[in-house]
């Protein structure tokens, strides 16, 4: 009896042990099949930018090419080249320094300056710690093109872009606000399903989860106000903690 007492004891133990690491490889092949799953969605909203971008830009120079402004597409598609291959370096995975993202955003606002001419006011406020700051990479970028088309470009006299950026306590604060129509213009620009917005929310939510916020709000005296919340982190903070 004590024999199959020790025997009884030790198959126990022995399908415990096999039942347990079991277990763990399911657990481990599932955290992997959700992370495979979320790089994939982050990419997916990465290259989703590429061709809303592309579209809206060459738009842009087609138009300046059948005005005559020969000079001026020129330009622009100088400082379109020096942005798309700013694109293509960054692994849309990682996070860049909101310096590097501002000079991204820098090429960008020219081509539509060449465009625009005066009527484009550009206004930056960014607080220079600020400027280390890890972002996703063009996490603003499709904001500033619904700025442009629905609050720049439609009007006569054109308008201002502000760009801003604080730090408050561990919290990196990004604003980008308007003098367009604002939120009661009823374009598509509003609407849940339009592209910029609905990408930003959903990179948002895939890099940071509840620790991010996404707010609209009027723009005083006229036009809208995004404001987005993010942790503040750096590459410094990175080496730290690894």
């Not at 622009?76 to 310096?99: C, E, H, Q, W």
């Not at 470009?153 to 367009?180: K, M, W």
């Amino acid at each position: 009896m004590g024999s199959f007492y020790i025997l009884l004891c030790w198959s126990g133990l022995y399908f415990g042990i096999k039942y347990y690491q079991q277990l763990q490889d399911q657990t481990e092949q599932t955290l992997k099949a959700t992370a495979a799953a979320h790089q994939a969605q982050l990419k997916m909203l990465r290259y989703q930018l590429n061709p809303h971008f592309l579209f809206n830009t060459l738009n842009a120079i087609s138009t300046l090419i059948l005005e005559g402004g020969n000079d001026t597409a020129n330009l622009a598609i100088t400082r379109l080249s020096d942005f798309l291959r700013y694109t293509l370096d960054n692994d849309p995975m990682k996070r860049v320094t909101l310096g590097s993202e501002v000079a991204a955003i820098d090429l960008y606002l020219e081509i539509e300056k060449v465009r625009c001419g005066d009527r484009l006011i550009i206004e930056k406020d960014l607080e220079p710690r600020a400027l280390d700051a890890l972002v996703p990479s063009l996490i603003l970028q499709p904001l500033i093109e619904n700025a442009m088309k629905y609050a720049i470009s439609p009007t006569e006299d054109g308008g201002t872009l502000r760009i801003s950026a604080r730090l408050q306590d561990r919290v990196l604060v990004l604003r980008l606000a308007d003098t367009g129509p604002g939120l009661g213009n009823g374009t598509s620009r509003q609407k849940p399903g339009g592209v910029g917005l609905r990408n930003t929310r959903e990179r948002l939510q895939q890099f940071y989860g509840n620790r991010q916020a996404f707010t609209l709000a009027p723009n005083d005296p006229t036009g809208l106000e995004i404001t987005i919340n993010i942790p503040y982190e750096t590459d410094d903070a990175q080496s730290t903690d690894s």
